[in-house]
């Protein structure tokens, strides 16, 4: 009732001030948006549905069928005419309801990033499944032999000879050089199509489209770094003191092949406690349909409508699926019993629950994430609690003792493991602002220097090769891996904000949410619903009482 009233002040006080319900220009948007909705609605959807058929039976028809669809959206997202209308509007100033706001927001920076010319997109097309296909095909080679990168793996993580690990690790590496010359060339491609639009660089652009600002990053990746430099030191210093034992070298001997994966991206195996033996007897689904009802988000229809296990020609790793923005909501999967599905499944339920839970009364354009990493942050949550001694506890009916003991392993492992990716994340963003800033440099050396200042992991002696191009993010998911951080970030602040204001609790000691109903009304109403309602900041404002911060993925992982 109060909502109603104060919607109809608020409409009279708008009447009042411009003389009629629209401004010439606001009608013209809700026109625009009309018909553009009436167009990508039902093409999203066969989109989306193409690629869920593709996923799961893996046939070429299916690929071919999305390959088309998706065509067809960009071209509605290129069309020069219609983008010139957007950024008139946007540039007028006329536009002042909010809801109309967000989606002339949300439409324009999809129709900027899209205005390239038929001929340069040809070429990045090309240039862009030049570096894949070499990529795809490349094999490294250990002594003259072709070697897969799960045989490096098993080596890296369990050979004890020097010689050998060096060996696999630089085989590891080699397709850098194999592609990096396309891989420059891809990236002065990109950066001649955000020249084009009047951005610096490509990276500036994509930062810019999805709504963020490079000086925005700059200060929480600084903060961060300041934050974590002292714990991760002591961390690894601990940890150097542990691998140089196990291959009997002395700690100042220590090589980037000594660390158990090609990029220092995970936390070595020797934190590490079995925890699959705790799920083997038990039912990962049926654990994650019980905690998600407890918490007051029931995922019971969108398990329903899932496609859980393992079969041939289906997408072996995980997703949540959004068909239709009407509530046809799915995860794939490829469940074990084991906790690495165990985390899996509680993550791409959280993605599946943001997307359920968007209020449909808002505009379909409005009705998606505040961000690609606020969803991620809602996976990220859910998805950590698989090595949570308390959840565990509670779910899987442990014994005190048991508590007890996944405590002491998993918080050492889950401290190293957040501050590692932190540090991780910090090298990736900082090289791909340069790398676009300037493809010309010395990237090889810039890599090591980023990774000397943040993993401080030694340059191996010799000439430097470009190994960092062996990470394929660089190719497929340009300017993206800062988002992983920043849903780190978030899914801390979020739990903090839960433990202080939501539950009341001192401290977040033996939390597990377990039966909480109030998490989940807490995330529906602030999060969820809104969907892309509010810039994302201010949709974490908004839920936590302050913008995004680090502060709490530090109280919560840096001890
Ligand atoms: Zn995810």
Redesign the pocket.
């Known amino acids: 009732m109060k909502k109603n009233i104060a919607l109809v002040t608020l409409f009279t006080l708008f009447l009042f001030l411009s003389g009629c319900g629209h401004t010439a220009n606001e009608t013209q948007l809700k026109q625009f948006i009309e018909m553009h909705v009436e167009k990508v609605d039902p093409l999203t959807t066969q989109a989306n549905l193409a690629y869920w058929d593709a996923s799961t039976t893996g046939k070429s028809e299916d690929y071919d069928k999305l390959k088309q669809l998706q065509l067809k959206i960009r071209q509605i997202y290129s069309d020069p005419q219609e983008y010139a209308v957007l950024k008139d509007m946007k540039e007028s100033g006329q536009i002042r309801d909010a809801r109309l706001t967000r989606q002339l927001d949300k439409l324009y920076y999809a129709y900027l990033k899209n205005q390239i010319e038929p001929e340069l997109l040809e070429k990045l097309n090309n240039s862009d499944n030049r570096v894949q296909e070499k990529y795809n095909t490349f094999r490294g080679t250990i002594e003259g032999k072709k070697v897969t990168m799960s045989d490096i793996y098993t080596i890296l993580t369990t050979e004890k000879d020097s010689r050998k690990r060096e060996l696999a690790w630089r085989a590891s590496k080699q397709v850098g050089d194999a592609i990096v010359n396309d891989l420059i060339e891809l990236v002065k491609l990109r950066n001649q199509a955000a020249q084009k639009v009047g951005f610096d660089n490509y990276h500036t652009l994509s930062i810019v489209t999805s709504e963020q600002s490079v000086e925005e990053l700059d200060r929480i990746f600084d903060e961060l770094y300041a934050l974590t430099t002292e714990s991760f030191a002591i961390l690894k210093k601990e940890l150097d003191q542990i691998l140089a034992e196990s291959y009997s070298i002395a700690p100042g001997d220590l090589m980037p092949w000594h660390y158990h994966d090609p990029f220092f991206q995970r936390t070595p195996m020797v934190y590490d406690l079995d925890l699959d033996i705790y799920y083997k007897d038990r039912d990962v689904k049926e654990l994650a349909e019980k905690y998600y009802a407890g918490v007051g988000l029931p995922v019971d229809d969108i398990l329903a409508r899932s496609d859980l296990y393992d079969r041939e020609g289906k997408y072996p790793h995980a997703?949540?699926f959004e068909a239709d923005r009407h509530g046809d909501v799915r995860v794939l999967c490829n469940l074990q019993n084991t906790e690495r599905w165990m985390e899996t499944v509680l993550?791409?339920l959280?993605?599946a629950v943001y997307s359920k839970y968007h209020d449909r009364k808002e505009p379909w354009l409005l009705r998606e994430p505040a961000h690609s990493f606020t969803?991620?942050a809602v996976?990220?949550f859910f998805?950590r609690l698989s090595r949570n001694a308390a959840w565990m506890q509670q779910m899987l009916d442990l014994s005190d003792e048991q508590r007890m003991k996944i405590e002491k392993v998993s918080e050492k492992y889950l401290q190293f493991q957040q501050v590692l990716v932190a540090r991780w994340i910090m090298v990736m963003y900082n090289f791909e602002k340069q790398l676009y800033a300037n493809p010309d440099q010395d990237l090889n050396t810039l890599w090591w220097d980023l990774v000397e200042k943040y993993q401080f992991v030694k340059r191996p002696p010799g000439p430097v090769d470009a190994g960092w191009a062996s990470k394929l993010h660089f190719t497929i998911a340009p300017c993206y891996y800062h988002n992983y951080l920043l849903?780190e970030l978030l899914a801390s602040q979020l739990h903090s904000h839960i433990v202080h204001e939501v539950l009341m609790l001192e401290s977040d000691e033996g939390v597990s949410y377990v039966g909480r109903k109030k998490v989940g009304n807490f995330l529906r109403e602030k999060v969820l619903a809104p969907g892309a309602l509010y810039h994302w900041n201010e949709m974490i404002t908004r839920a936590t009482g302050e913008p995004l911060t680090p502060k709490y993925f530090v109280k919560q992982f840096v001890k």
């Open positions: 997703f949540s993550h791409e959280g993605h969803t991620e996976a990220m998805g849903g």
